[in-house]
């Protein structure tokens, strides 16, 4: 006797920010959701259509009028092939928030998947997304999560993807602006981004191996800076890269935010520390002192091959969650392994560099001790720094 079959429909969606890593880890759901050898084995056959535009598609599409805005997309196999090589997202995103107390349109989300008859909904997104994720759990809907931000300010997961293509960016570009600024005996500041989160300019300036770096979680002090700089050039120094993360602020001071408002989750738009700092370095040492933002540049390009990998394991394992029936979880990146935690962990706080364990203020830049005498890392024995953000 032929053994039946069951349908099911997951749903696939990226909110918030574009970064490289979204259209591999969406290849893989879709390549293991509706993998023939897999479907045969568990006993379900899957669909999956992708939502357009985040949450802001799953909002908008009308399910009965045969989706006349356009933001369903029936994805297989052969339409993803090749997504793994492509950076930003092929699906689109946005940054609505469908809880917005403001503009609330969780009622017609919810509705909205309900008619579009999802059995599963996959959520890959930074703190805004599986904060929505984490709210539509609550309300009952079968979702799983898949951590991205260049920030890597996900608590849950020591891996969010897009952070490694980022720091990529940040090497390249720094080491192109070496050639330059060594030419001329040039100070380079360049802002990173990263939010109220220093990963990425503490691992990018790491990677890069700038002279100083500035975090969010440290507040600076200029003087100290220019200190650290005359310093080195007595010391024989030609040229200095520091980076600066767009969430830094000097001691006393606020965060720089550019133009006004904030967007649907609340968050205002930093950036501008890096063009303050290379002035007031400027006045301070009198040598020719430049900044450059890198901006957006960060979240462009092709995905590493960190980040393809990634991609694939999160997008393999939020099947496996949905298979296994195991909603409410962000599928993540723990201790070396891929694992997941439930949603409501990841949401609220923000995962921030601790700057007892992982940020020298001496001399402002990464640590140079890493083990303690019992050969265990030192922050296993701190406590991980967080913040609630508002
Ligand atoms: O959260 C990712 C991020 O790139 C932050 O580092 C940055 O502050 C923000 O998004 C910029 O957002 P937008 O692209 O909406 O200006």
Redesign the pocket.
Known sequence: MAKTMKKQRIGLLTG??D?AGLNPAMKWVVKTAMDERLQWERGVQYEVLGIRDGWKGLVRVEPTSMDIPGYIVPLNPEMVRTWDRYGGTFLGTS?TNPYNPQNDQSKTLLENIERLGLHALIAIG?EDTQGVACQLAKAGVNVVGIPK???KDLPGSDYTLGFETALNVITEEVDRLRTTAGSHKRIFVVET???HAGW?ALEGGESCGAFVILIPEHDFSVQKVCDLVEEGRREGARYEIIVVA?GAKPEGGQEFVTGVGV?SFG?K??GGIGDYLAQEIRKGTRIDTRCVVLS?L??GGAPCAYDRRMGRYFGIAAVDLVVNESFGRMVSYRNGRITAVPIEEVVGELKLVNVKTEYDTDRYNGRRSILDHFGRRLEEHADQAAIRHG
């Open positions: 918030g920010g970064c940054r930074g931000t260049i920030d981004m990263g939010r990425l767009e967007d968050h738009t930093l957006h960060q979240r």
